[in-house]
C-alpha cells in the first residue's frame, strides 16, 4: 500500500472526491480554507497525471467570498467532459445551501463560469453521480431542514434526475429517508440501483434498493455496518465487487463525550438554538477513526471488512479520518483519499486484495 499527501493551500480541509479520468488522470477535489462554514471555505483541486509519482500543486475552482464552498463532485460525463459539482452557503447554516456547477472539456484543465445547478436552495450533496445506458443522469442530494430535534436532524434524501444532459432536473423523494444522507449510489444493471446511506443517528450505514432505474426507491434499511453520523462511500469494481469506505464505529462502540459538532468554530455554533425534545435527535462527536475498506461478493446484503486504513493508534485522543472517496483506475489499483485531521487530503493506492 502506497501513501501519498496532496499539498493544500490552507490550514483546514475535508471532503475529498476522487475520481479516475479516462486518460489515465486521477483528480482529486476538497474544500479548505481557515475554517468549515467560514466565507474563506473554496474548492480545491489537485491532478496526480498518469505516470507521474507526485500530486501537482492544487488550483482553486471557486471564488465566492460571502459563502462556504464545500462537498465537491467530480463527474466525467463522458472522455474529457468533467462536471464539477458542489455547494455554497452562508456561515454554517446548510439550510442556505445552493448547488453550484461549472464545466471543463479537456480533462479539467479549463473551466466555464459557474452557475446554480438548482433553482432551490436548501439541497446538499456529497457523493457523486451516475450516468444510466440511456444516458439519464442520477444525482443522490438532500434537504437541509432547520430543527428542534439536534442539528441537521431532519434532513431527508432525494434522488435528481436529467434526461438531457443536465439541462433540466426532475426529482423524487425517497421515503423514509429523514436523517439518511450522502446517499452513495451503485448501477448493478440497467434497472436495479442500489444506494447506501449515513445516518445522522449514528447507528448503522443504511441501504434503499430501486428496480426502475431510479425512478422509485424502497424505504431504507440498516446494513450490518456501523455508521457514526460520518460520511461514507460505495463503489463497484471491475470484478464486480462492492466496495464502501467507512468509518468502522458508531454511538454504542464509541459514546461521543459531548453531542456537538466539534469541527466548526464553537462560536457559531452557539447561535444555533437547539431546543431539548423526546424526538430521535442527530448524533454527533461520535469518533471518525478507524477508517476501513469492506466488500461485498452479494450486491450488498453481507459484508466483510478487510482492509483498517488508518486508526487512532499512534495518536492522542480521537484523530479525525473521514469523509472517504474511493476509485479504481484503468489498471486496476484502488485509490481512496480521506481527511488527515483535516490538516490536508491523504491518499493511498492499493491493489485489488486491498494491500
Known amino acids: ?55 501537482s500543486e492544487p488550483v482553486l475552482l471557486t471564488n465566492d467570498a460571502t459563502r462556504s464552498e464545500q462537498n465537491p463532485i467530480l463527474f466525467e460525463r463522458s472522455p474529457g467532459v468533467v462536471w464539477l459539482i458542489y455547494t455554497a452557503q452562508i456561515g454554517i447554516h446548510q439550510n442556505t445551501a445552493v448547488v453550484r456547477w461549472r464545466m471543463s472539456e479537456d ?24 450516468m444510466l445506458g440511456n444516458g439519464d443522469i442520477l444525482l443522490p442530494a438532500y434537504y437541509c431542514v432547520a430543527s428542534e430535534t439536534g442539528f441537521l436532524g431532519e434532513d431527508f434524501s432525494i434522488m435528481k434526475r436529467s434526461t ?17 444522507v450522502h446517499l452513495s449510489i451503485v448501477a448493478i444493471d440497467e434497472h436495479k440501483i442500489i444506494g447506501f446511506f449515513r445516518s445522522r443517528l449514528a447507528d448503522y450505514i443504511y441501504k434503499t434498493e430501486s428496480f426502475d432505474g431510479g425512478v422509485t426507491w424502497s424505504v431504507p434499511v440498516p446494513t450490518e455496518l456501523p455508521n457514526n453520523n460520518a460520511s461514507i462511500q460505495c463503489k463497484k469494481l471491475a470484478d464486480q465487487r462492492l466496495v464502501m469506505i467507512y468509518n468502522d464505529t458508531d454511538k454504542w462502540q464509541s459514546p461521543p463525550k459531548e453531542n456537538r459538532p466539534p469541527w466548526f468554530d464553537k462560536k457559531d455554533m452557539d447561535e444555533i438554538d437547539v431546543k431539548k425534545t423526546d424526538k430521535p435527535s442527530s448524533v454527533w462527536g461520535v469518533p471518525r477513526n478507524p477508517l476501513c475498506i469492506a466488500v461485498s461478493n452479494d450486491g450488498g446484503n453481507r459484508w466483510e471488512n478487510v482492509c483498517t486504513l488508518i486508526s487512532k493508534e499512534g ?33 493511498k493506492i492499493m491493489n485489488d486484495r486491498f494491500e
Open 1 to 55: 500500500m502506497i501513501t501519498k499527501k496532496i499539498p493544500t493551500l490552507f490550514p483546514h480541509n475535508h471532503a475529498s472526491n476522487i475520481i479516475a479520468l479516462s486518460n489515465g488522470d486521477m483528480l482529486c477535489a476538497w474544500f479548505g480554507g481557515s475554517c468549515e462554514g467560514k466565507p474563506d471555505i473554496s474548492i480545491q483541486a489537485s491532478r496526480l497525471k498518469k505516470g507521474a509519482a507526485e500530486w
Open 107 to 130: 480533462y479539467g484543465h479549463t473551466w466555464s463560469e459557474i452557475r446554480d445547478l438548482f433553482a432551490e436552495s436548501g439541497i446538499f450533496v456529497r457523493n457523486p453521480p451516475i
Open 164 to 180: 438531457d444532459g443536465g439541462t433540466t432536473w426532475t426529482e423524487v423523494r425517497i421515503e423514509g429517508s429523514t436523517g439518511l
Open 315 to 347: 495518536f492522542e485522543g480521537e484523530p479525525e479520518f473521514s469523509y472517504p472517496s474511493i476509485a479504481q483506475d484503468q489498471d486496476g489499483h484502488i485509490h481512496a483519499t480521506f481527511t488527515y485531521l483535516r490538516q490536508y487530503i491523504c491518499h
